[in-house]
Structure formats: C-alpha cells, structure tokens
C-alpha cells in the first residue's frame, strides 16, 4: 500500500512537472509570437500596413493563451500562420506602396523629360525664327546698301555726263575765245599796215601845199 502510495505521488509529481513545462512553453510561444507581432507593429516601414491582419494576430495569441490544452496546438498553429499572414501582408503592402511610388516617380520623370525636351524644341525654334529674322534683316540691308551704291554709281556717272558737257562746252567757248582772239590780232595788224602805208601819202601832201 505504501508503495502504491509513493508511485501515485511520482506520477502526480511527474504531471505536475509536465504541466509546469508545458506552461513555460505556453508562455514561451506566446511571448516568442507576442514580441515578433510587437516588432511588426514597431516597424517603421512596415508598422502602419495590415493593420486588420496585425488585429487579427492579435487576436489569435489572445485565443491561444486562453485555449485548453487540448485546443491549444491548433490555436498554436492558427497564431503563428496569423502572425505570419501579418507580417506578409505589411510587407506586400510596402512593396505596393514602393512600386506605385516608383511608378509616379517614373511618370514624373517621363513628363519631366517631356517638358525638357517640348522647352528644347520651343527654343530650338525661337533661335530659328531669330537667325531667319536676322537673314532677312541683313538681305534687306544689302539690297538698301545695293540700291544706295547703284544710285551713287548713277548719281556718279551723271556728273560725270554734266561735267564732260560743261568741259566740251568750255572748250568750245575758249576755241571760240582763240578765234575770235586771231581775227582781232589779224584786224589790228591790217590797220598797222593800212596805217604804215598812209602815213608817206600824208607827208607828200603836206611837202606839195607848202
């Protein structure tokens, strides 16, 4: 009987040794799956995503550390897939966010590049339209300076004319002039000569009537 006795209290002990491990390891699953749902929450990329499965895992270590043991590895198991659920989905979250972000950063980029390009094209035209303006002012400016040389050269050559005329025409007055000069020289040695000539007839008169 008294070894009855001892064996019964062995067994006791050995269950109550096996509940004490087995609640250790309760509470070591719970504060393993606690502390990883803990640091998702705390994340600062990830924290404010998934915020309905971040519940929801919350919820499901709630339900483990109340479960009976017999329940208990399927809550277990239900607790971890939750945390992981999770943490997955926060970080799908995340990557949605990036790649949006990327996907306006790639828009902003292309209108940008868009833009430089439409502002190239646009100056690009102005320096055209400048460089036409200026071709054409310059044309306009050779054609005046052409026209300003033909009328000179114009102007030129009728002075020219006029003063070839004026030339003829004063060299015309001065044979003129040399002629007129020659019959005057040819009238004055005549009235010498006649002159010369009547001077003797003269005096023979002038001895006769003495």
């Given at each position: 009987?008294?070894?009855?006795?001892?064996?019964?209290?062995?067994?006791?002990?050995?269950?109550?040794?096996?509940?004490?491990?087995?609640?250790?390891?309760d509470?070591?699953?719970?504060?393993?799956?606690?502390?990883?749902?803990?640091?998702?929450?705390?994340?600062?990329?990830?924290?404010?995503?998934?915020?309905?499965?971040?519940?929801?895992?919350?919820?499901?270590?709630?339900?483990?550390?109340?479960?009976?043991?017999?329940?208990?590895?399927?809550?277990?198991?239900?607790?971890e897939?939750?945390?992981d659920?999770?943490?997955t989905?926060?970080?799908l979250q995340?990557?949605?966010?990036?790649?949006?972000?990327?996907?306006?950063?790639?828009?902003?980029?292309?209108?940008?590049?868009?833009?430089?390009?439409?502002e190239?094209?646009?100056?690009?035209?102005?320096?055209?339209?400048?460089?036409?303006?200026?071709?054409?002012?310059?044309?306009?400016?050779?054609?005046?300076?052409?026209?300003?040389?033909?009328e000179?050269?114009?102007?030129?050559?009728?002075?020219a004319?006029?003063?070839?005329?004026?030339?003829?025409?004063?060299?015309?007055?001065?044979?003129?002039?040399?002629?007129?000069?020659?019959?005057?020289?040819?009238?004055?040695?005549?009235?010498?000569?006649?002159?010369?000539?009547?001077?003797?007839?003269?005096?023979?008169?002038?001895?006769?009537?003495?």
């Amino acid at each position: 009987m008294k070894r009855f006795t001892v064996i019964l209290a062995a067994i006791a002990l050995a269950l109550a040794a096996s509940g004490a491990a087995q609640a250790r390891q309760d509470d070591i699953d719970i504060s393993r799956l606690t502390s990883s749902l803990d640091q998702l929450a705390n994340d600062p990329s990830l924290g404010s995503y998934a915020q309905a499965e971040q519940a929801r895992a919350r919820d499901a270590i709630n339900r483990l550390a109340q479960a009976s043991r017999h329940d208990r590895p399927h809550a277990l198991y239900l607790a971890e897939r939750r945390v992981d659920l999770a943490r997955t989905s926060a970080q799908l979250q995340d990557a949605q966010v990036k790649l949006t972000q990327l996907d306006r950063e790639h828009d902003q980029v292309m209108l940008d590049n868009s833009r430089r390009e439409t502002e190239i094209a646009r100056r690009e035209l102005e320096r055209q339209r400048l460089q036409s303006q200026l071709a054409q002012e310059e044309a306009a400016r050779l054609q005046e300076q052409g026209q300003a040389y033909s009328e000179a050269a114009d102007q030129a050559r009728a002075e020219a004319d006029r003063a070839k005329k004026l030339a003829a025409a004063q060299a015309k007055v001065a044979r003129a002039a040399r002629h007129e000069a020659a019959l005057a020289a040819e009238a004055a040695k005549a009235m010498r000569s006649q002159m010369q000539d009547n001077a003797p007839a003269a005096q023979d008169k002038s001895s006769n009537g003495h």
